[in-house]
C-alpha cells in the first residue's frame, strides 16, 4: 500500500459526459501528479500541482482540468468525454516539488467511456 | 506522448534464471528509477538512481545510471513467480523539461514459469 488513495475505482460513462477523480496523496506529501495509462500511449504525465499551485504540464488536453485544495487532495476533472478518453487514470505523490522524484502511485481509476 | 525505449518488450522465463532488460534515451536524464505494476494495480517504485555509475540494489533487484546518463539497466537474479508483472523504468530531471516530470519507458513484461 502506496498510501496514496484513489476515487472511484471503476468509472463508466458516456461520451459527452463529465467526470471527476479524486486523489488522496500520502501524508506528508505536498505534489501530486496525474497521469493517463492507456495501451497505445503508455503512462503519460498529464499535470503536477504543489501544495495548491499547478507546477508542470505534460499532454494534458483543454477539456481536462486539475487543482489540488487546502487539504492537498486533488481532483483531475475530464469533461466532454470521448471514446480515446478510457484509460487507466493514476495519481502519484512525493515529498517536495524540487529535485525528488520518487513518486509514489495510487491505485488507479480505470476510466470507461461507450 | 514522449516515453523512453526499453528492452526486451516481453521476457518469458523459468522460475531461478536471472533477468536483465534496460531502458535508453536520446535525452541525458539525472534520476532514473524503475517500477513495477501488476495488472490492476498502480506502479511501485523499486529503485531509485541518483548519480552516473550509481549501482544499487533493492533485494534480488539490481539496477544501473549509465556512465552516459541516457541509460539504465535492471537485473532480477533468481526470478521467482511473484516477480511477474510489467517493470517501468522512468527518467527525471531531462534537460529542458519541467521539474519532477518523469518520462516512462515502453515497459517490459516478464512472466515467470514455475
Known amino acids: 500500500d502506496s498510501g496514496v488513495t484513489q476515487t472511484p475505482k471503476h468509472l463508466i460513462t458516456a461520451t459527452g459526459q463529465r467526470v471527476t477523480l479524486r486523489c488522496s496523496p500520502r501524508?506528508?506529501?505536498?505534489?501530486v501528479y496525474w497521469y493517463q495509462q492507456s495501451l497505445d500511449q503508455g503512462l503519460q504525465f498529464l499535470i503536477q500541482y504543489y501544495n495548491g499551485e499547478e507546477r508542470a504540464k505534460g499532454n494534458i488536453l483543454e477539456r481536462f482540468s486539475a487543482q489540488q485544495f487546502p487539504d492537498l487532495h486533488s481532483e483531475l476533472n475530464l469533461s466532454s468525454l470521448e471514446l480515446g478518453d478510457s484509460a487507466l487514470y493514476f495519481c502519484?505523490?512525493?515529498?517536495?516539488?524540487?529535485?525528488?522524484?520518487?513518486?509514489?502511485f495510487g491505485p488507479g481509476t480505470r476510466l470507461t467511456v461507450t | 506522448g514522449q516515453q523512453l525505449n526499453q528492452s526486451p518488450q516481453s521476457m518469458f522465463i523459468q522460475e531461478g534464471e536471472d533477468v536483465s532488460m534496460n531502458c535508453t534515451s536520446s535525452?541525458?536524464?539525472?534520476?532514473w528509477l524503475w517500477y513495477k505494476q501488476e495488472p490492476g494495480e498502480g506502479p511501485v517504485l523499486l529503485i531509485a538512481l541518483y548519480k552516473a555509475g550509481e549501482l544499487t540494489s533493492n533485494g534480488r533487484l539490481t539496477a544501473q545510471f549509465g556512465i552516459t546518463r541516457k541509460d539504465s539497466f535492471l537485473n532480477i537474479s533468481a526470478s521467482i513467480p511473484s516477480d511477474v508483472g510489467i517493470y517501468f523504468c522512468?527518467?527525471?530531471?531531462?534537460?529542458?523539461?519541467?521539474?519532477?516530470?518523469?518520462?516512462f519507458g515502453t515497459g517490459t513484461l516478464l512472466a515467470v514459469q514455475p
Open positions: 522512468a527518467g527525471g530531471g531531462y534537460y529542458g523539461g519541467a521539474t519532477n516530470k518523469l518520462i
Open positions: 502519484a505523490s512525493s515529498a517536495g516539488g524540487g529535485l525528488n522524484y520518487e513518486q509514489y
Open positions: 501524508s506528508g506529501d505536498l505534489s
Open positions: 535525452s541525458i536524464f539525472n534520476t
